[in-house]
């Protein structure tokens, strides 16, 4: 059994691991879906520079497994963003429990409702926490669904 997921809001010191993680999880994972050069220009948004200015303008979260951070999402008004979890990592409760802390905290915020731009490999996670398709973004190279969930 695996220890549990500790989740917490993410710190300047955490920058460099998430990247790391958000890096694995796009050259891993999302690479199946989407060509070289998709993944190649949102790695680069995810550089330790760009993410530092990401978590200074969203509220970001961690997820730590046994001290090593495994994923990280993140709440920018009523939007998630920028969910990633470690390729050994998946279906392991760690992108359950990150999501369970965004929606939380929108909720605190008094909101009723969330979208995530979801990369298609991601669809078939956040229909399962609820959220539902509302439209398909093409913009060429890289395929995006909108998803909603109404928290309740």
């Known amino acids: 059994m695996q220890d549990p997921v500790e989740i917490s809001r993410a710190v300047p010191a955490d920058v460099a691991e998430a990247s790391a993680v958000i890096h ?10 989407y060509p070289a ?8 948004s995810f550089e330790p520079g760009p993410l530092a200015a990401l978590f200074a303008v969203r509220i970001a979260f961690v997820a ?3 001290g090593r951070l495994v994923g990280t999402a993140a709440l920018e008004g009523a939007a998630v963003r920028s969910v990633f979890v470690a390729p050994d990592q998946h279906r392991a409760g760690v992108g359950r429990a990150l999501m369970q802390a965004v929606e939380a905290e929108a ?9 995530v731009p979801a990369a298609l490999p991601a669809v078939p996670f956040y229909a399962a926490l609820g959220y539902r398709p509302l439209r398909e973004i ?3 190279h890289e ?10």
Not at 24 to 33: G, K, N, Q, S, V
Not at 107 to 113: I, V
């Open 24 to 33: 694995a999880a796009l050259r891993e994972t999302l690479a199946r879906a």
């Open 37 to 44: 050069e998709v993944i190649d220009r949102v790695a680069r």
């Open 64 to 66: 730590r497994r046994s």
């Open 107 to 115: 909720r605190r915020r008094g909101l009723d409702r969330l979208e």
């Open 138 to 140: 093409d913009d060429g």
């Open 143 to 152: 395929r995006t669904m909108v998803m909603e969930r109404l928290l309740g």
